[in-house]
């Protein structure tokens, strides 16, 4: 059964940090690209961050250079989301994802999120 578990999520002070994790089961994760997504009420959902299946190489929304860290340990089956001088528009819900491309086949599995909520 395929799982991706986000936690970490919670009530934090404008300028406060928060990390996130995101457990997998079920496949494979070192094969899969993670990726964490985030939406805000009456917002689309909204790419974050994205690393590789090996953590070669990680890709940030400009909002988030500098303030935000993703990184991953294939040891544990777990991805991370560091975010530091959290904003107020950055209170979403946040979504693990872990995608997978061979050939012409996608496969995509999606954690069910974790609340972040940035205010004083």
């Known amino acids: 059964q395929v799982q991706l578990v986000e936690s970490g999520g919670g009530l934090v002070q404008p300028g406060g940090s928060l990390r996130l994790s995101c457990a997998a089961s079920?496949?494979?994760?070192?094969?899969?690209?993670m990726s964490w997504y985030r939406q805000a009420p009456g917002k689309e959902r909204e790419l974050v961050a994205a690393?590789?299946?090996?953590?070669?190489?990680?890709n940030y929304v400009d909002s988030m250079k500098g303030r935000f860290t993703m990184s991953r340990d294939n040891a544990k089956n777990t991805v991370y989301l560091q975010m530091n001088s959290l904003k107020p528009e950055d209170t979403a819900v946040y979504y693990c994802?872990?995608?997978?491309?061979?050939?012409?086949?996608?496969?995509?599995?999606w954690g069910q999120g974790t609340q972040v909520t940035v205010s004083s």
């Open positions: 994802k872990a995608a997978r491309v061979v050939g012409v086949w996608e496969t995509v599995y």
């Open positions: 079920g496949f494979t994760f070192s094969n899969y690209a």
């Open positions: 690393i590789t299946s090996v953590g070669g190489s990680t």
